[in-house]
């Protein structure tokens, strides 16, 4: 017998060189918020301090606008599409170069394990601003028709579960199709998107082409009903991307939305299990289950539920939670306080209407904010747990006894955003993959993201498509639309 | 029982084996070798690793005197440093197991198990009576486990009951005298679907440990294929209750690599598994760099490869 435990493998938190204070970015140079307040971020693995950022309000909004029109009236429309590609290449390698110190910060602020942020979040942040920078000389001749123009300005908004990678599939297109930006991140993960302000100085790029005001939801107001922005892009909670259709409804501004989801996750009896197994567990124990297409309902064929839930919960005693800097850390700590109690108070609700709870044994640690990965058993079409997005590290488990039911469970929802189909048979996938009403739809993985591939969803999930050249479309028009 | 040893009931259990997604358990893989295993688990693995070694030399051209070399290594990998542990086995061809036993006894390796190479190895292409008389020989010139061969010929044109009554043959002469390793090779089945199958098969044959490769064909104990054969004596504990060992040989030559295998065993079969007696690493070129990493673990500076013994 053995005593095989991983020691301690912190990753140095040295190459993070975080300000106690950062202002607002805006006209290429952080700028104090014009009334002088700040607010705090903190570490949500151990609830320190990490920096206070500048507080924009609908002034430094205001301004920050002005900025961005200034920008793409005088340079960034009228510089030569390949030299605009060539900012993009160099925000790129810069981005690479700084991997690590991005990935630190990341984790830091968002408190998503160093694994995922070196892995995941910052090499496909920079891939996105490479498959984005060679694409800007070429739109002319992609499908967009003759000469498609940018849009102006955009306002973007972006959420706290991939800060910059989120802030990457914002920038990256519409700074390719030739649009400048405001873009307000997360209130509770700021540090990346300052960082990347950094890189934006650093590559040279013209003052006024991104600009970036921290803040809260008062702030991203103040952004989407400013009179001189020409589109809004946002992806966060469904309710608040309501709110925002809402407040353009009357107005010329475009929006591209993603928004929530409640994706399915279908196992098959005749698929590759222990492969299936990883695919759940990726699903929603990714990110802490804080992924809009995370698969967090497993839906799977009865008469090989019983194996599929015992490997699953033997897999899911492996992993390990704790530490986000510990590089062997799997799940790490939930973004804040506020989203812990919404975790909490969903779940509760799978316990008071019959549902099976099960976690593994884990050690949570006493400080920050911390939920357990979590399974429920025995949930139906009409628990509240199987309908609404609970966004944390916890999966509710349905079975089905045919192919049709399968489809009909996995559709019954407001959502659609992603889904997934485990099986070995080519033709049972391809067939599932035409019945379920959502954008991403993966088979034999989950969680697999390309800048080269659209994304986005289906009913209540959203409004368009990001990545690819569908998600360029949404940020170019042609000539007879062009707004200003 | 979980088959009645007929053919048809043998054929069932394999065709109902679930089947392996290539690109999902080459993923699982490569997300296991990104653990970072520093100081104290470092050392315990390290040392665990070394008990592990089935110190191999598998040549043409091997004689007494490179095989008794051999085990004076086995016994004392580091004889500046009597707290290294011995190797786990030593593993030869079948006419050099009385010397490697005579020798192991002579110098102080009375409990280290010589391990002998069977059934017309490495190719296996021989008759049954062959394999048998080769196999006899081996376990009476005192063989403590027999490393055999399938007839990857057999299991690859669809004849896998031949595979299996060839390995429950070999096991019977084996008897209570020699530990069965059953060496799937890997290399030459070539789809993790092919591997799960002849994991399966050679357990319920009777193997006590089933073994990636010859060494002799590329490639060989890829993390893959490693994390395919866990996950076989895993899910056959939990059928049979039996611990069933693996061996992955041929291919692993750095620290890193045997380390990667420990966090492999300990996250598939679980720590149950890790103890020689459940897992052994074929090789022979890593021993001298699990030595090195050692010292450099003690000493904090890496010292001359002189510093360790080639033999």
New interface residues.
């Given amino acids: 017998?053995?005593?095989?435990?991983?020691?301690?493998?912190p990753e140095s938190k040295a190459v993070a060189n975080i300000s106690p204070n950062y202002g607002l970015f805006i006209g290429g140079k952080f700028v104090d918020p014009k009334k002088g307040k700040s607010f705090s971020t903190i570490n949500p693995a151990t609830e320190e301090l990490l920096s206070k950022v500048g507080y924009g309000d609908k002034s430094d909004i205001d301004a920050a606008v002005r900025s961005a029109r200034a920008a793409y009236t005088k340079v960034w429309s009228k510089m030569p599409a390949k030299e605009r590609g060539k900012y993009l290449y160099r925000i790129a390698r810069i981005m690479q170069e700084r991997a690590r110190e991005f990935a630190v910060v990341e984790t830091l602020d968002n408190g998503k394990p160093i694994?995922e942020s070196r892995?995941t979040d910052i090499p496909l942040a920079a891939a996105h601003f490479f498959y984005h920078a060679g694409w800007a000389d070429k739109l002319d001749y992609a499908g967009f028709g003759s000469k498609p123009k940018p849009l102006g300005v955009v306002g973007q908004i972006i959420p706290w579960n991939f800060p910059l990678l989120m802030l990457a599939w914002k920038i990256a297109p519409a700074l390719a199709a030739g649009n400048t930006v405001v873009l307000k991140p997360a209130e509770t993960t700021p540090l990346t998107a300052l960082l990347f302000a950094e890189v934006c100085q650093q590559a040279g790029l013209p003052d006024g082409v991104v600009n970036i005001v921290t803040g809260d939801g008062i702030t991203g107001a103040a952004l989407v009903n400013h009179p001189d922005i020409n589109k809004v892009a946002f992806t966060g909670s469904t309710e608040v991307g309501k709110a925002i259709a809402r407040s353009i409804s009357a107005t010329k501004k475009t929006a591209t939305l993603e928004l929530g989801g409640k994706a399915a996750n279908l196992v098959f009896e005749?698929?590759?299990?222990?492969?299936?197994v990883?695919?759940i567990i990726n699903g929603i124990f990714f990110n802490q289950g804080h992924v809009c297409c995370a698969g967090s309902r497993l839906i799977i064929q009865e008469n090989v539920a019983d194996e599929v839930l015992e490997k699953l919960k033997k897999r899911m005693s492996?992993i390990r939670v704790g530490d986000p800097m510990d590089?062997?850390t799997d799940l790490g700590a939930i973004n804040s306080k506020e989203q812990l109690n919404k975790i909490e108070e969903i779940s509760k609700t799978g316990d008071a209407e019959g549902a099976n709870r099960w976690s593994p044994d884990v050690k949570l640690p006493t400080k920050g904010f911390w939920y357990p990965p979590t399974i429920f058993t025995g949930v139906t079409q009409s628990h509240r747990i199987a309908r609404e997005e609970i966004f944390g590290p916890v999966l509710s488990v349905l079975t089905f006894r045919t192919p049709a039911e399968a489809i009909e469970k996995a559709n019954n929802t407001m959502y659609g955003l992603s889904a997934g189909i485990w099986s070995?048979k080519g033709a049972k996938v391809l067939w599932a993959a035409k019945q379920l009403k959502a954008g991403v739809i993966w088979s034999?993985?989950f969680n697999k993201f390309d800048p080269a591939s659209p994304f986005g969803g289906y009913k209540e999930s959203g409004w368009g498509r990001e990545g690819g050249r569908h998600g360029l479309a949404g940020y170019l028009t042609s000539d007879s639309k062009v707004n200003k | 029982m979980i088959i009645d040893g007929s053919e048809k009931s043998l054929r069932k259990f394999l065709s109902d084996l679930?089947?392996?997604?290539q690109?999902?358990?080459e993923?699982?893989a490569a997300m296991l070798a990104?653990?970072?295993?520093?100081?104290?688990?470092?050392a315990?693995?390290i040392d665990?690793a070394i008990s592990m070694v089935d110190l191999t030399t598998l040549e043409g051209a091997d004689t007494p005197g490179k095989v008794k070399s051999l085990c004076a290594k086995a016994v004392r990998p580091d004889p500046s440093d009597l707290t290294v542990p011995s190797v786990g086995a030593i593993c030869v061809y079948n006419d050099m197991v009385k010397i490697a036993r005579s020798e192991l006894d002579r110098i102080g390796g009375k409990s280290l198990p010589v391990a002998a190479v069977a059934t017309a190895f490495p190719s296996g292409r021989a008759s049954l009576a062959v394999k048998k008389i080769d196999t006899q020989d081996a376990v009476d010139a005192g063989a403590n486990e027999v490393d055999m061969v399938i007839d990857r010929g057999a299991f690859l044109s669809g004849r896998s009951y031949d595979v299996f009554e060839e390995i429950r043959v070999i096991k019977e002469i084996c008897g209570e005298k020699a530990h069965l390793k059953v060496i799937l090779e890997t290399g030459e089945l070539v789809t993790y679907d092919n591997v799960r199958k002849a994991s399966f098969l050679a357990m319920l044959a009777g193997a006590d440990f089933i073994k990636t490769s010859t060494g002799k064909v590329a490639p060989a104990a890829t993390a893959p294929v490693v994390l395919v054969m866990l996950?076989a004596v895993r899910d056959y504990f939990t059928l049979t209750g039996e611990k069933i060992g693996v061996k992955p040989a041929g291919g692993i030559r750095t620290t890193k690599d045997a380390i990667k295998q420990?966090v492999l065993v300990?996250?598939t079969a679980g720590?149950?598994w890790?103890?020689p007696d459940l897992f052994r690493i074929g090789a022979s070129a890593l021993l001298n760099d699990l030595l090195m990493q050692r010292m450099k673990l003690r000493s904090g500076h890496y010292a001359s490869a002189n510093y360790v013994t080639v033999d």
């Fill in positions: 017998m053995s005593d095989f435990e991983y020691a301690n493998a694994r892995d005749d698929a590759a299990i222990d492969e299936a990883e695919g492996l590089k062997n070995d034999n993985t | 679930p089947p392996v997604d690109v999902g358990a993923a699982r990104t653990r970072s295993i520093k100081t104290s688990s470092k315990w693995a665990m996950e420990l300990k996250e720590e149950q890790l103890t």
